[in-house]
């Protein structure tokens, strides 16, 4: 069994294409992805980046 795949504040944001801090701060109001806190240390696993990006997903209508 392999372990989940888990990417720290940094990582996150640049795997997202977004600034640190924009992520940092949608953790804080919670509307960002899943995540998980242990020891002070903040993780994402990239299926849950992933499954961030295809919620907010917007198609556009014609």
């Known amino acids: 069994m392999t372990a989940p795949r888990l990417l720290n504040t940094r990582d996150a944001a ?7 801090g924009t992520l940092a701060g949608m953790r804080f109001e919670g509307r960002g992805p899943t995540y998980v806190k242990s020891g002070g240390y903040v993780r994402y696993r990239v299926e849950w980046l992933d499954e961030w990006l295809d919620r907010i997903t917007v198609t556009p209508s014609r």
């Open 14 to 20: 640049a795997y997202l294409n977004m600034p640190e």
